[in-house]
């Protein structure tokens, strides 16, 4: 059976993309083979991996270009149980259009703020209209940075209504440990008991993805 294949996106900068991407990873990794492919010229998570250097905590990262996404893709769900891809901040290129047409899941880190949600609206579009060509595409709105304090506004509740897809109930929340880790070139599972808590939520959001 080919591997799963799952793509963070938002064309929201700075959502989280590349850090659940990369947590994500790394709790898949635990269970499964699993690849990362950077679809991001900025290329944030191939630097991270290459910090982490040859202590072998991350899975495996390969910078992909436009002209072979959908090649890599491929080629990396026959080969692994699971297939990570971290998108830029943006809906309108090739590359980001090639792997939503791609892929099996799309998650979509979103902050809790409706401000942040309307500015991730586009997504709706998008998948509606993917889902013309790869109708057996699931999505799934990712909260992250949440805060103990904030208990999700009527606003907000409403916001992710309009989004047409649902929100898993795992979220991430704004955790010193998510930055600890990219600096260190590890993952959340990385940093043992540092990062016990944050390892705990990426767990729970796993299961409920698998079970999804
Ligand atoms: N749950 C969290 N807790 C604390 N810090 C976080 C969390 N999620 C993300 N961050 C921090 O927020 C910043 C932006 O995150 P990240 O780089 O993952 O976003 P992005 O969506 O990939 O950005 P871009 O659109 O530029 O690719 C980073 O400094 C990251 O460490
Ligand atoms: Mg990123």
Known sequence: ?????????????????????????????????????????????SQWAALSGKSGQLPAVQAVAQDDVCARIAQGARGH???????PPTLRTTMVGDVMNNVDVLLVPIQPSPVD???SMDITTAVHNTRQRNPQLKAFAVLNQLDNRNVLSRLMHEALAEL????????LARRAAYR?????????YGLGHR???????????????LQS
């Open 195 to 209: 990062g016990k808590a944050a390892a705990h939520e990426v767990e729970a959001l796993i299961e409920e993805l």
């Open 164 to 171: 047409e897809f649902p929100a898993l109930r795992a979220g």
């Open 81 to 87: 149980r699971y297939v990570v891809i971290d998108c």
């Open 180 to 188: 600890s880790a990219a600096v260190e070139g590890t993952s959340v």
């Open 1 to 45: 059976m080919p591997g799963l294949r799952i793509a963070v996106v938002n064309q929201k900068g700075g959502t989280g993309k590349t850090t659940l991407a990369l947590n994500l990873a790394a709790g898949l990794q635990r269970r499964a083979s699993t690849l990362v492919l950077d679809a991001d010229p900025q290329a944030s998570i």
């Open 117 to 119: 949600l309307w500015a």
